[in-house]
């Protein structure tokens, strides 16, 4: 099993930018794809963004498409979402989720999920 720990998210005006990262411990890290999912007040969960295990393939959600980033470092055991321009529809719990396998699949299928860190995105 992997653990996986968030940190970074915070309380920002709309059009500013946050960094997410989520740090996992327990696998090996580039054997298998992570992902960045968020749940709004009242809403289900939903996917925003993957990375494959070597990092070289990813994909986004369209409602976040050209403004988030996903990225990751191997060497750190970590994954990263970069959000720029953000708007108050953002405003969720963000959740990293680890895959079973290396190569990105569609639709992205979890395995393991961090805690959440709120992102608070204000008018």
């Known amino acids: 099993q992997v653990q996986l720990v968030e940190s970074g998210g915070g309380l920002v005006q709309a059009g500013g930018s946050l960094r997410l990262s989520c740090a996992a411990l327990?696998?090996?890290?580039?054997?298998?794809?992570m992902a960045w999912f968020r749940q709004a007040p009242g809403k289900e969960r939903e996917f925003i963004a993957a990375?494959?295990?070597?990092?070289?393939?990813?994909y986004y959600a369209d409602s976040v498409k050209g403004r988030f980033t996903i990225s990751r470092d191997n060497t750190k055991n970590t994954v990263y979402l970069q959000m720029n321009s953000l708007k108050p529809e953002d405003t969720a719990v963000y959740y990293c989720?680890?895959?079973?396998?290396?190569?990105?699949?569609?639709?992205?299928?979890?395995?393991?999920w961090g805690q959440g860190t709120q992102v608070t995105v204000s008018s």
């Open positions: 989720a680890s895959g079973n396998i290396a190569l990105l699949t569609t639709p992205f299928v979890p395995v393991g």
């Open positions: 327990g696998r090996t890290f580039r054997n298998y794809a």
């Open positions: 990375v494959s295990g070597d990092g070289g393939r990813k």
